[in-house]
C-alpha cells in the first residue's frame, strides 16, 4: 500500500509504521473496565478508540487476537474513605457476592457497549479467573531478584530494578520525583521505598476475596493482571497494547517492569494511548458532579444534560476528535455531532437513487477512497476521515440539486466508500433502522388500524369503527379518545 499504517507509539513518542510481529495475525490488548460502577463517558473514549482500530486492522487483511480484560478484583484503586476494595464494599453493603456485583455491572457494561456499537473482544479475561498465572509471575520477579517479601505482601523493588533498567521508561518519569511525590499509603511501612508497588498483598481479616498463595492469604497487585493474561493470551511478545492516557503511569510502567523482571523484556512493540474526555473543562469526577454515565445519556436523565444522546451521537463525537486529542463535553458539542451525523446519514441513504450521468463533473469520487485510507493510516486520523465524508456528502447533494453528475460506477464507488468507512471502519449503525424496528412496526400497525377506525367514524360507519374498537380492547387495549386523536396503550 502507498500510504502504511503509521501509528504513535507512546513508547518511543512518534509515529510507527505498524509491522505485526506474525502477520497477518496481530495481538492486541487493552485495558478494560473496573465493575464496581455504571460505565460512563470516560468508559467510552477508549472502547470506541480500540473498536476502531480493531475493526481498520481487519479490514487491512489482520486476524487480530482482541483481548480486553475485567478488572473484578485484587486492584489497588481502594476507596478513598476506608481502603476497602470497591467491589468487596459494594459486595458487603448490598449483601451480594461479590461476582453477583461483578456480573450485574459486567452484563450493563456489555448492554452499553452494545448500544455505541462497539464489537466485542475476542477475549474477555477476568483478573478473579487468572490468580495462579499472577501468582506464577509474582514469582518469577522474586526469584528474579526484583521484588521481596514483607509481612506477607510482595513488593516489587522499584530502586533495584532501575539500577538495571529503566523504571519510567514509557511515562518519562525520573525515580528521584517519584520518591519525591510518593503519597503515604497504608501498607507502607512495610516497604523499603515508597515508590514500590505490591505485587501481591496479604488480606485483611474482613477482606472478603482472597486467595492462597506462597506467601499469604490475599489479592494480587492490580498491575499483575495485565501482565498475565497478556502472557498467557498473546504470548511473551505481542503487537499492540491500548488505554487511557491515565494508565501510563502507575499501570502501564509498572507492567512494563514486571515484564522486564521477569523475561528480561517488554512484551510490547506498540504502546497507544486515548486521550481524556473533559466536562466544560473539567475533569470528570463523581465528586465534581459532573459523572455522567452513558445510560444517563442515553436517556437525558442528568441535571447537565439538555437532552438525551443518541448512542451513535457519543459514538459520533468521539470520533470527530483524534483520540490523542482532548475531547471536552458540551451539550452544544453533542448537538452539533448529532446536526453532522444526520448530515452524513441523509447524504448516504440518498445516494443509491442518484440519478446517473454519462460523465461524471468532477473528479472527486476518484481519490476518495484513498483519501480516507490516508487519513486512517496516519495514526488513526478519523476527524480527517469524517471531513472526506462530509466533502462526499456535500457532492451527494450536489448531484441531487443537478449542480453535478456522477456516472454509474463513481456512484457505486460512492456508495462503497460510505459503507467501508462509515459503518464498517467507524463502525456507526443507523439507529432509524436498527434497535426497536420490531416494536416501532408494531405501533405504526395499531395506528393504521385506529387511523382506520378513525375514517369509518367520520363516514358515520359504526359497525367498523365499533368493531375495531372492542377488538382491540378484547386483545387488552386500552383505547382512549381525546381532543388530540385517540391514544392507546398495552398492560
Ligand atoms: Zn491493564
Request: charged share 25%; glycine share 8%; hydrophobic share 40%.
Amino acid at each position: 500500500m502507498e500510504h502504511p499504517l503509521n501509528i504513535y507509539n507512546t513508547l518511543t513518542r512518534r509515529k510507527e509504521i505498524f509491522v505485526p510481529l506474525h502477520a497477518p495475525h496481530v495481538g492486541m490488548y487493552v485495558c478494560g473496565p473496573t465493575v464496581y460502577g455504571d460505565a460512563h463517558l470516560g468508559h467510552a473514549r477508549p472502547a470506541i478508540t480500540f473498536d476502531m482500530l480493531f475493526r481498520y486492522l481487519k479490514q487491512l487483511g489482520y486476524k487480530v487476537r482482541y483481548v480486553r480484560n475485567i478488572t473484578d478484583v485484587g486492584h489497588l484503586e481502594h476507596d478513598a474513605d476506608d481502603g476497602e476494595d470497591k467491589v468487596a464494599k459494594k459486595a458487603r453493603l448490598e449483601q451480594l457476592e461479590p461476582m453477583e456485583v461483578v456480573q450485574y455491572y459486567l452484563n450493563r457494561y456489555h448492554k452499553a457497549m452494545d448500544a455505541l456499537n462497539v464489537l466485542p473482544p475476542g477475549i474477555e479475561p477476568h483478573a478473579s479467573g487468572h490468580i495462579i498465572e499472577q501468582i506464577e509471575l509474582v514469582g518469577k520477579i522474586i526469584a528474579g531478584g526484583y521484588a521481596y517479601e514483607s509481612e506477607g505482601s510482595v513488593y516489587f523493588d522499584v530502586e533495584k530494578y532501575n539500577g538495571d533498567h529503566r523504571y519510567g521508561i514509557l511515562s518519562g518519569r525520573n525515580i528521584e520525583d517519584m520518591l519525591n511525590t510518593s503519597r503515604e499509603l497504608e501498607g507502607q511501612e512495610e516497604k523499603r521505598n515508597p515508590a514500590d508497588f505490591a505485587l501481591w498483598k496479604k488480606a485483611r481479616p474482613e477482606h472478603i476475596m482472597r486467595w492462597p498463595s506462597p506467601w499469604s492469604d490475599g489479592f494480587p497487585g492490580w498491575h499483575c493482571e495485565c501482565t498475565a493474561m497478556g502472557k498467557k493470551y498473546l504470548g511473551n511478545h505481542f503487537d499492540i497494547h491500548g488505554g487511557g492516557m491515565d494508565l501510563i503511569f502507575p499501570h502501564h510502567e509498572c507492567e512494563i517492569a514486571q515484564a522486564v523482571a521477569s523475561q528480561g523484556d517488554d512484551m510490547v512493540r506498540y504502546w497507544m494511548h486515548n486521550n481524556m474526555i473533559t466536562i466544560d473543562g473539567q475533569k470528570m469526577g463523581k465528586s465534581l458532579g459532573n459523572f455522567i454515565t452513558l445510560d444517563e445519556f442515553f436517556s437525558g436523565s442528568h441535571p447537565q444534560l439538555a437532552q438525551p444522546y443518541s448512542p451513535m451521537t457519543i459514538r459520533f463525537f468521539i470520533l470527530q476528535a483524534h483520540y490523542r486529542s482532548t475531547v471536552d463535553f458540551s451539550n452544544e458539542a453533542l448537538q452539533a455531532s448529532a446536526k453532522g451525523l444526520a448530515r452524513l446519514m441523509e447524504a448516504c441513504g440518498h445516494i443509491a437513487a442518484l440519478p446517473f450521468a454519462a460523465e461524471s463533473s468532477t473528479n472527486m469520487v476518484k481519490g476518495l477512497r484513498a483519501g480516507c485510507f490516508e487519513a486512517m493510516n496516519d495514526d488513526l486520523n478519523s476527524p480527517v476521515l469524517i471531513s472526506n465524508l462530509f466533502e462526499a456528502a456535500r457532492l451527494v447533494n450536489s448531484v441531487r440539486d443537478g449542480k453535478a453528475t456522477l456516472s454509474a460506477a463513481d456512484i457505486k464507488e460512492l456508495q462503497d466508500v460510505f459503507t467501508l468507512f462509515l459503518f464498517d471502519i467507524l463502525g456507526i449503525s443507523d439507529e432509524t433502522a436498527t434497535g426497536n424496528s420490531h416494536d416501532e412496526a408494531f405501533g405504526k400497525a395499531i395506528d393504521l388500524l385506529l387511523s382506520i377506525r378513525q375514517q369509518a367514524k367520520a363516514a358515520k360507519d359504526w359497525a367498523t369503527s365499533d368493531k375495531i374498537r372492542n377488538e382491540l380492547t378484547a386483545l387488552g387495549f386500552e383505547i382512549k379518545d381525546t381532543k388530540e386523536g385517540t391514544e392507546w396503550r398495552i398492560d
